[in-house]
T-cell receptor, first 114, second 111 residues
Framework: DAGITQSPRHKVTETGTPVTLRCHQT?????MYWYRQDPGHGLRLIHY???????DKGEVSDGYSVSRSKTEDFLLTLESATSSQTSVYFC?????????????FGPGTRLLVL | RKEVEQDPGPFNVPEGATVAFNCTYS??????FFWYRQDCRKEPKLLMS???SGNEDGRFTAQLNRASQYISLLIRDSKLSDSATYLC????????????FGGGTRLMVKP
């Protein structure tokens, strides 16, 4: 258990509304990541963070923003949700053990945009 | 061409069978390799890292062939509980420690 929680776990929203998903970790990991998972596409990186206030874009960052004001929290915001953002969102942390970086995932948030 | 490619399956096998999954990756500079397991409607979980010399964890054996850019996972004596999607994952030696995921191979073990 990597001590990662996500909230909310499920959300239904309407097109055009803002949505914020929260990822919280309890073990002071430096790196945190947001992914989306869709059928036929697998897991794709949206944004990641390498420290407080340090973030960078991933493969599918359009339409998303992130913030990390403290080590334990990494927020993902959909400024104006669209139906194409209906997906399962996973947060992950990076843990270095023996020099091999591995990632551990939170339980996911299922988002439906109507 | 996808950066990490896997046969999506499904692989339908009887209990007790041996099954092998393969994965190819495109970036020869890739440094770290992993197999993750994902159950339906759950998060991916690390199954095992893959080392150059090959490694074994109980019924699971992982192999890496850097020359062919190929990774494999062998499951012996399949159990019903092995039914899941297996994700091949590669760290392509980038600054953000970003991982690239294959689309996954679905395994269904039948009684």
């Amino acid at each position: 258990d990597a001590g990662i929680t996500q909230s909310p776990r499920h959300k239904v929203t309407e097109t055009g509304t803002p949505v914020t998903l929260r990822c919280h970790q309890t073990e002071n990991h430096r790196y945190m990541y947001w992914y989306r998972q869709d059928p036929g596409h697998g897991l794709r990186l949206i944004h990641y963070s390498y420290g407080v206030k340090d973030t960078d874009k991933g493969e599918v960052s359009d339409g998303y923003s992130v913030s990390r004001s403290k080590t334990e929290d990494f927020l993902l915001t959909l400024e104006s949700a669209t139906s194409s953002q209906t997906s399962v969102y996973f947060c992950a942390i990076s843990d270095s053990r023996g020099g091999s970086e591995t990632q551990y995932f939170g339980p996911g948030t299922r988002l439906l945009v109507l | 061409r996808k950066e990490v490619e896997q046969d999506p399956g499904p692989f339908n096998v009887p209990e007790g069978a041996t099954v092998a999954f393969n994965c190819t990756y495109s970036n020869s500079a890739s440094q770290s390799f992993f197999w993750y397991r994902q159950d339906c409607r759950k998060e991916p979980k690390l199954l095992m890292s893959v080392y150059s010399s090959g490694n074994e964890d109980g019924r699971f054996t992982a192999q890496l062939n850097r020359a062919s850019q190929y990774i494999s996972l062998l499951i012996r004596d399949s159990k019903l509980s092995d039914s899941a999607t297996y994700l091949c994952v590669v760290n392509m030696n980038n600054a953000g420690n970003m991982l690239t995921f294959g689309g996954g191979t679905r395994l269904m073990v039948k009684p």
